[in-house]
């Protein structure tokens, strides 16, 4: 059974910096596409950054240039480093994955695309 876990969220400044990681564990294919969404109460889930198992990335307009999704093969780590934090980047991050090389996204990932999701970490900014 694949496993998802997100780590790395908290509380920060605007214009201040965190990173996320998502851990995953129990893979059943040697592919994997992977993204970072957010979600606030009472609004959708959002796509924020996809990274397909063939290396091409892709970015919603609201954090391109601030945000840069990552991968470690070596540990099966997908990471997100946020940088220059707005207080609209307040969400919870979940992290997502689904068996494939590529999704093909020109802006941000959908989540309808991934089955596979981790519970989320809460990131905070305050102006």
């Known amino acids: 059974q694949v496993r998802l876990v997100e780590s790395g969220g908290g509380s920060v400044q605007a214009g201040g910096s965190l990173r996320l990681s998502c851990t995953t564990s129990?893979?059943?294919?040697?592919?994997?596409?992977m993204a970072w969404f957010r979600q606030v109460p009472g609004k959708e889930r959002e796509g924020v950054a996809g990274l397909d198992d063939d290396g091409t990335t892709s970015y919603s307009d609201s954090v391109k240039g601030r945000f840069t999704i990552s991968r470690d093969r070596a540990t099966n780590t997908l990471f997100l480093q946020m940088n220059n934090l707005k207080p609209e980047d307040t969400a919870m991050y979940y992290c997502a994955a689904q068996p494939g090389e590529t999704m093909g996204w020109v802006h941000a990932p959908q989540a309808f695309a991934y089955t596979l999701w981790g519970q989320g970490t809460q990131v905070t900014v305050s102006s």
């Open positions: 129990g893979h059943t294919s040697s592919n994997y596409c």
